[in-house]
């Protein structure tokens, strides 16, 4: 008799991207099911769970070895990463979201071990699971071309927004307080994400160099890691370092505050997504949500999530690029009062509450 319905490997729950996703998803399920997280304790707490104490790092040996040893006996195994333990589990079933196969998309930009490892465990995934949540039909594609997953096997639960914490009005003296922390220009196009290749953070910032000439009160600020990622782009870093305009009018927040990002949302006069690959690409629902322009490429899933609500570009030509943002700071009063008309009704229809109503859906049909 299995002891919880449900077991999550919930070490990721601060991270990025799959961090937030478990955020948004988690209470909901906790408060369904008989539920143990494995991860750490203190960060699990908020959550009304069992906690199974588990530290190895993502992608050890340790994680390896240990792994399939700290699940308990469950109906269902939960991972929210395709890093699906490859000895026998005892757990009936087994669910996997896999937001993206960007390794194996971009498989000739990985070292060798990385090579090995990304084809071995997305395939060893898509086996062992006898269901795979994916959160665009464009990743449902990618999953279904890549590995040998069958379409059937493939759910889509698009991810939520929280329409309210990003179009929240913040009172002056919160203003003055977060303008200072982030020392924030008056007037500026905003990237907010990690500092990878695959983001095109490089293309970008090779893009507005002609912009930044032309308006010398306009500035380029990134909130997000700059260091400390394995696929890291330390081309971005060079390029500002050897410009002395990039230099001057570039600034990275580095880490931003959760309860702040709104208002740097709210306050940029553009919000910018140059990715080349995205598995879905939450910072531009929430730009639309903080009634921010919003321009993006034209890969991968962001037509699919932005649909009207944004102003499309080729990632690849930093001419279209530089035209797109001069196009968009340069919008009538019209133009961009509907386009942002757009954008919220777009942004509004994405929820994390469906969310997570689809996920305990498709969970039932294990646990019940």
Partial sequence: MEKYEIAVDARMINASGIGTYLQNILPAICSTYNTVLLGDRKELQPYKADVIEFSAPIYSIKELATLPFKIPACKVFWSPHFNVPIIALP???????????????????????????????????????????????????????????KAEQIKVIYNGVHQNTFARAFSATEAEEINRKYALP?????????????????????????????????????????????????????????SQLLKERTQFTGFAEQEDLPFIYQRASLFVMPSLYEGF??????????????????????????????????????KAIRHVIEKALNLTTEEETELKRKASEVSQSYSWEKARQEHIKLFNEYIL
């Fill in 91 to 149: 757990a009936k079933h087994v669910v996997t979201t896999i937001h993206d196969v960007f390794h194996l998309a971009f498989f000739n930009t990985l070292n060798s071990k990385q090579k090995v490892y990304a084809k071995f465990f997305y395939n060893h995934a898509a086996k062992q699971s006898d269901a795979i949540i994916t959160v665009s039909n464009f990743s449902k594609q990618e999953i279904s071309k890549y590995t040998s997953a």
């Fill in 186 to 242: 008056q007037r500026y196009i905003l990237f907010v994400g990690n500092v990878k290749p695959h983001k095109n953070l490089i293309t970008l910032i090779e893009a507005l160099d002609a912009v930044l000439k032309k308006d010398e009160n306009l500035f380029l600020v990134i909130v997000g890691k700059k260091d400390g990622f394995i696929t890291g782009d330390h081309q971005v870093g060079k390029l500002i370092e050897d």
């Fill in 281 to 318: 690409g939450l910072p531009p629902l929430e730009a639309m949500s903080a009634n921010t322009l919003t321009a993006v490429s034209d890969q991968a899933s962001l037509p699919e999530v932005c649909k009207n609500g944004a102003l499309y570009f080729n990632p690849y030509d930093k």
